[in-house]
């Protein structure tokens, strides 16, 4: 039986494949401050061609400051995976937080990696990184706004997972300063029947975060795991 065309490559960065962790680090050592980013190409575990895996390469990034995309698939045999240099601001999953301090105590932080570390905890993003869907939960003033509102309570109750999961990340990477006016956005967005996801058409859309996208276990599906 024939394989499934591939699918053409993307053309805003280069698409490279690596053999294992170790040819991706020397890339990175080499390019890390001067590239735009990259696709890495990840063999599915299921064609048998050697290749860095998922973890390896998220872990790898993170070392040099780096932050990895959504997989995407190229054909039977590989994923696609757009790598890019973390950006100044963007938000932290606590999936990476929690992987960054365990490559710190490892000793394998190299220093553009710490340099966006330690923006972050500067400026408080760290100490803000968001739940992944099978983590998150309602938070008390969320919970008690719902229950001043019993339409957007109803609504609210009815979302899919990812829909729900939409709403709550919102006030996980939001500034302490900006959440009650959030919390009013949210529930009045509700109470009018509109969500955040991709379930709802008509309503309008949070301002776009750069955000990590390693925190999605348990919610989109993963190259390691799908392969």
Request: glycine share 6%; proline share 6%; charged share 30%.
């Amino acid at each position: 039986m024939p394989k499934a065309q591939a699918k053409a490559e993307p053309s805003d960065l280069p698409t490279h494949p690596f053999r294992s962790a170790i040819d991706f680090e020397q890339f990175l050592e080499r390019e890390h401050a001067t590239s735009p980013g990259i696709y890495v190409k990840l063999a599915k575990k299921s064609s048998g061609i050697p290749s860095v895996s998922r973890d390896e390469a998220v872990e790898t990034a993170l070392c040099f400051g780096w932050i990895d995309g959504r997989a995407h698939a190229y054909d039977e045999d590989w994923w696609l995976v757009r790598y890019t240099p973390r950006r100044a601001k963007s938000i932290w999953s606590k999936k990476n937080v929690t992987t960054v301090e365990s490559l710190l105590n490892a000793g394998r932080m190299r220093p553009a990696g710490l340099a966006v570390v330690e923006a972050a905890q500067a400026d408080g993003r760290w100490a803000r990184a968001y739940d992944g869907p099978a983590s998150i939960t309602v938070p008390e003033d969320f919970a008690a706004a719902l229950t001043q509102t019993p339409a957007a309570s109803t609504c609210f109750e009815g979302l899919n997972r990812s829909d729900r999961y939409s709403v709550l990340v919102q006030l996980q990477w939001i500034t302490p300063q900006r959440r009650a006016k959030r919390i009013e956005t949210l529930v009045q967005m509700l109470a009018d029947g509109k969500t955040l996801g991709a379930s709802d058409k008509s309503a309008k859309p949070s301002k776009r975060k750069t955000v990590d996208r390693n925190h999605e276990k348990g919610g989109r599906r993963k190259a390691s795991k799908k392969a």
